[in-house]
C-alpha cells in the first residue's frame, strides 16, 4: 500500500504467492550468477598474468638455447681444427693418418630428457617441448632443443676421442725429438701463397701440368729460412729454378728453394730450424718476385702444406 501525506486516495497492490516465491529464487540465481562471474574473472586475470609471465620466460629459454646452440657449433668448430693439426702432426712424425677424426659419423636420434636452467622441460612423444614455468604449462617446436642435445653429445663423443688420440700422438712423439727437429713445421718465407701444389696450367706454354711445390710471393730480399735442421747439399743456378738451393733433413725428407736472389749458405754446412739460408728473388723463370718451396720424401715430391704448423 502506498499511504500519501496529504489526504489523497491510498494506493495498494496485491502480490501473490507465486510471484513472490518467483521473484526470490530469481534474486537468488541473480546473486548466485554474479558470485560465479566474479570468481571465474578473478581466475581468469589470474592465469593471464602467469601465461604472460610463462611466455616471456619462454621466450627468453629460447633466445638461450639459440645462444647455447651458437657455442656448441663454435666448439665443434675448434674440435675440428684440434683434429687438422693432429693430422699435421701425425704427418710430420711420420705416423698412420687412417681414421684419425674419423668414426664419429652421424649421430643416432635418442629421445630424453631436456634439463634448462630454472625450468622442469622434457621431450614429448609428440616432438614438442613441455616446459613447466611459474604453475603454467608452455609448449613450443623442439626444433632448437632437440638437435641441440645431439650436438651436445657428438662434442663429447667427439672430444673423448679426440683425447685418446692425442694420448697416443704423444707418447709416440715424447721419444722422437731428434726425429721431430729435422721435419720442415714452418713457412719458409713471409709473403703470399699464390700458387698450390698440384695439377695447374703454365704461365709460360699454357699447358696442364705437374707443381711440385708452392709459390710463396715476396718482396725480393725477403728472408728465406729453414723449416728444420739439416745439411746442405746443393746451391747453384739453373734456367728453371734461377738460384735455388737443397737442404737434406734426413730420413728421405729433402727441401728445394727456387728463384732465390741471394744465397748464404754453402754445401756441407749445417742448418738449424729458421735460420736465414737465403732471400726471396725473381731469377730464373719466374713471372715475379717469390720463392718456390718444395718437399720430397725418398724422391717424391708432397703437398708442403702438410707440413706447416704455423
Known amino acids: 500500500m502506498v499511504i500519501p501525506e496529504k489526504s489523497a486516495q491510498v494506493k495498494k497492490w496485491m502480490v501473490s504467492q507465486n510471484a513472490l516465491k518467483i521473484a526470490s529464487a530469481g534474486l537468488g540465481l541473480l546473486a548466485l550468477f554474479a558470485s560465479i562471474t566474479t570468481i571465474i574473472s578473478i581466475h581468469y586475470f589470474q592465469k593471464k598474468a602467469q601465461f604472460e609471465s ?7 629459454l629460447e633466445g638461450q638455447l639459440q645462444l647455447l646452440n651458437n657455442q656448441v657449433n663454435i666448439a665443434d668448430s675448434t674440435l675440428v681444427r684440434v683434429q687438422n693439426f693432429e693430422q699435421k702432426l701425425r704427418v710430420l712424425a711420420d ?15 635418442d629421445e630424453g630428457t631436456v634439463f634448462l636452467q630454472g625450468t622442469d622441460a622434457q621431450v614429448s612423444q609428440q616432438g614438442t617441448l613441455v616446459a613447466s614455468l611459474g604453475g603454467a604449462t608452455v609448449h613450443h617446436s623442439s626444433s632448437v632443443a632437440d638437435p641441440l642435445e645431439l650436438k651436445v653429445d657428438g662434442i663429447h663423443r667427439k672430444a673423448s676421442l679426440q683425447e685418446q688420440s692425442l694420448q697416443e700422438l704423444y707418447e709416440l712423439l715424447k721419444d722422437q725429438r731428434t726425429v721431430l727437429s729435422s721435419r720442415p713445421s714452418i713457412w719458409p718465407t713471409k709473403g703470399w701463397l699464390t700458387s698450390t701444389f698440384g695439377y695447374r696450367v703454365s704461365p709460360f706454354t699454357g699447358l696442364r701440368h705437374m707443381h711440385g711445390g708452392i709459390d710463396i710471393a715476396a718482396a725480393i730480399g725477403t728472408e728465406v729460412r729453414a723449416p728444420a735442421n739439416g745439411v746442405v747439399t746443393r746451391v747453384g743456378t739453373e734456367p728453371g729454378y734461377g738460384k735455388f738451393l737443397i737442404i737434406n733433413h734426413g730420413y728421405g725428407i729433402v727441401t728445394r728453394y727456387g728463384h ?46 702438410q707440413y706447416i704448423l704455423d
Open 54 to 60: 610463462a611466455l616471456t620466460r619462454n621466450h627468453y
Open 95 to 109: 705416423l698412420d693418418t687412417a681414421g684419425v677424426g674419423g668414426g664419429f659419423g652421424p649421430l643416432p636420434r
Open 260 to 305: 732465390n736472389s741471394k744465397m748464404f749458405v754453402k754445401v756441407g754446412q749445417k742448418i738449424k730450424r729458421n735460420e736465414v739460408v737465403a732471400l726471396v728473388g725473381n731469377t730464373g723463370r719466374s713471372t715475379g718476385p717469390h720463392l718456390h718451396y718444395e718437399i720430397r720424401v725418398n724422391g717424391v715430391p708432397v703437398n708442403p702444406m
